[in-house]
């Protein structure tokens, strides 16, 4: 993805290209429930349980950790999480997770961005999350002239936003797949897709301090897409929710944090060394340095 739109943000530096995001932390008002749907939904394992947290992921690290606390509620029009996208190794997998769904009779809308497959859902407490796999041999989407443009491997245009052909897709299942089988062990999150306030200030923070490269932005749709090592996007940046939007309140579900996970501790450091720099408030965790960005949203940066 290419962005030919200046957001106003240059930097001289980049993330380390093997930087990835890593485990999402959600704010649960039922642990019970929340892990009873991650599992049966979509084939997280339980990793640990603790009093009232827990985490669940692919047999790995864990790709969510759920903090349960009382009189949580949903709020709606706040910056935080749009989805969390958890990204399958091949269509196969992908196909098994729909066929998962569609046994269970869970809402889902299945999409073609052309260069991934996917489907989009929400848990039970309104998380959103997206399924998702690879395809660029189908073709890619960019943004030219400030607006999205996807072009099939054939030249042809699409609006990147077609329906997925879900027959197509579960012709990749085999005959012995078990849609009751736990996350294939590659499994891992692919990506973030916040809700911001201020895509051009959100792209200051997440490119000229924390150092992802811009591969696309679009004023005209109020979003971005950041990432490291030429991926697609690490993070999507949206403002949909209006100029307006504050963060959520202390008793609202959702993003406590998302992790960015650097692969050494000199890539860590950094990172960090700008934050200082740039006077943004931090705190050291025995687990890595958690701070803010300018919308509220948690982010904790941690070397693996």
Not at 66 to 78: D, H, M, V
Not at 87 to 96: C, T
Not at 155 to 178: I, M, N, Y
């Amino acid at each position: 993805m290419n962005s030919q739109a200046n957001t106003g943000a240059q930097a001289d530096f980049s993330i380390h290209p093997a930087t990835v995001i890593g485990r999402v932390s959600l704010a649960v008002a039922s642990l019970e429930q929340q892990i009873e749907f991650y599992q049966t939904a979509l084939g997280f394992q339980v990793h640990w349980r603790a009093a009232q947290q827990a985490g669940l992921g692919a047999g790995g690290a864990d790709l969510l950790q759920l903090i349960e606390a009382p009189n949580l509620k949903r709020y709606r029009g706040t910056t935080g999480l749009y989805h969390c996208a958890v990204l399958f190794p091949n269509r196969r997998e992908l196909a098994r997770a729909l066929a998962r769904l569609r046994a269970l009779q869970y809402r889902n809308h299945p999409t073609d961005h052309i260069m991934t497959k996917t489907t989009y859902l929400d848990d039970p407490e309104g998380n959103g999350i997206e399924l998702y796999c690879e395809s660029p041999e189908d073709g890619r989407f960019t943004i030219e002239d400030n607006d999205f443009v996807t072009r099939r491997a054939d030249g042809t245009l699409s609006d990147g936003r077609e329906p997925l052909d879900v027959a197509a897709l579960f012709r990749h299942l085999q005959a012995d797949d078990k849609l009751d089988a736990p996350l294939p062990p590659e499994t891992r999150v692919g990506h973030v897709h916040l809700h911001v306030r201020d895509v051009p200030a959100a792209v200051e923070f997440y490119h000229g301090i924390i150092g992802f490269d811009v591969m696309g932005y679009s004023a005209t749709f109020q979003a971005a897409f950041v990432s490291a090592g030429g991926y697609h996007h690490h993070l999507g940046l949206n403002a949909w929710q209006g100029a307006a939007a504050p963060p959520p309140p202390a008793d609202a579900v959702g993003l406590r944090h998302f992790t960015i996970d650097l692969p050494n501790q000199a890539a860590l450091d950094a990172v960090a060394k700008r934050v200082a720099a740039a006077g943004i408030s931090s705190e050291l965790l025995p687990e890595g340095l958690l701070l803010r960005d300018p919308c509220a949203n948690g982010v904790l940066l941690r070397s693996v």
